[in-house]
C-alpha cells in the first residue's frame, strides 16, 4: 500500500532509526490511509502506566493505569483487543465522543512491552481480524527498523 506521498510502508523507514521519528510517521501513515479512523496513535508504557505517544487526531488522555480501559487492558494481558462497539466495554475510557468502535495492539519486541498501539473509529464495528493482522505485520516492520534504546530512557520501560 502506498501513501498520499508515494510511500509504501517500508520505506517510510528507509535511512532512520529514530523510534519516535518513525512512530510518528507510522501514526500518520495509518491515519491517511485506511478509512474510517478518528484517532490513531501510541501509548508507552513509563513507570507502570501508559503514557500518550505520537498520534493523529484529537487532543486524548495522556496517562492510562494498566488495566484500566481498552488500551490498559491490552497492555496488562498483552494481547490485541477488538471492541465492536465501545458502550460494551466495561471501563472503556472515553478520550473522543466520535468513537464507535476500537482496536488496541500490544507493542512488543524482543519480550518486552513497550507500550500499545490504539486505532477508534466513527464506525461500529470498524475492524477486522484481517485487518488486525496487517496492521501487527506493519508494527513489526516499525520495531525492526527502529533504535528502541532512547524510547527507554525517555519513557522509563
Ligand atoms: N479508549 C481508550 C483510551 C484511549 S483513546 O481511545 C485515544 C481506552 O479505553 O483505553
Known amino acids: 500500500m502506498f501513501s498520499e506521498t508515494g510511500l509504501a510502508i517500508d520505506e517510510l523507514f528507509i535511512g532512520e532509526t529514530n523510534f519516535i ?39 486524548a488522555c495522556v496517562r492510562i493505569a494498566l488495566g484500566k480501559g481498552v488500551c490498559g487492558n491490552s497492555a496488562l494481558q ?33 519480550g518486552k512491552l513497550y507500550g500499545v498501539f490504539d486505532i477508534d473509529s466513527p464506525v461500529q464495528n470498524r475492524f477486522s481480524v484481517k ?3 496487517l496492521f501487527e505485520s506493519y508494527l513489526e516492520l516499525l520495531l525492526n527498523s527502529s533504535n528502541l534504546i532512547p524510547l527507554e530512557c525517555y519513557y522509563h520501560i
Open 21 to 59: 521519528a518513525n512512530a510518528s510517521n507510522f501514526a500518520s501513515f495509518v491515519y491517511h490511509n485506511f478509512s474510517d479512523m478518528n484517532w490513531v496513535g501510541f501509548y508507552f508504557l513509563s513507570n507502570n502506566e501508559l503514557v500518550l505517544g505520537p498520534f493523529q487526531g484529537n487532543p
Open 78 to 110: 498483552r494481547k490485541a483487543i477488538i471492541v465492536e462497539n465501545v458502550n460494551d466495554f466495561p471501563g472503556y475510557i472515553a478520550c473522543d465522543p466520535h468513537s464507535k468502535s476500537e482496536m488496541v495492539i500490544p507493542v512488543i519486541h524482543s
Open 131 to 133: 485487518e488486525l493482522e
